[in-house]
């Protein structure tokens, strides 16, 4: 098992329709621990942890995005930096 960390930002409309918990709900079923949080330029940064496989599924979900989201572009990095995080929470 390769446990692997994403740092995510997700840019376009996905603020106020629900895409943090679209992304939580995803995490979950994916067994990946993090966050998902609104940034103030209106972005979202998404920040998880798990299975490799599991991390690109997720990349793969924050680019289709929710049925309200009109997901732009999505800037990220999977790293070996595991922090050890554990649940998955919005903010």
Do not use: H, P
């Not at 979202?44 to 299975?51: H, N």
């Amino acid at each position: 098992m390769s446990l692997k960390r994403l740092d995510a930002r997700v840019f376009g409309f996905v603020q106020g329709v629900g895409f943090r918990y679209f992304v939580r709900k995803n995490a979950l079923k994916l067994e990946l621990s993090g966050y998902a949080k609104n940034l103030a330029d209106g972005s979202v940064e998404v920040v998880a942890e798990g299975e490799e496989k599991n991390i690109l599924k997720l990349v793969d979900l924050l680019k289709r995005g929710n049925v309200y989201s009109t997901v732009e572009s999505v800037d990220y990095k999977i790293t070996d930096n595991v922090q050890g995080l554990s649940g998955f929470e919005t903010y």
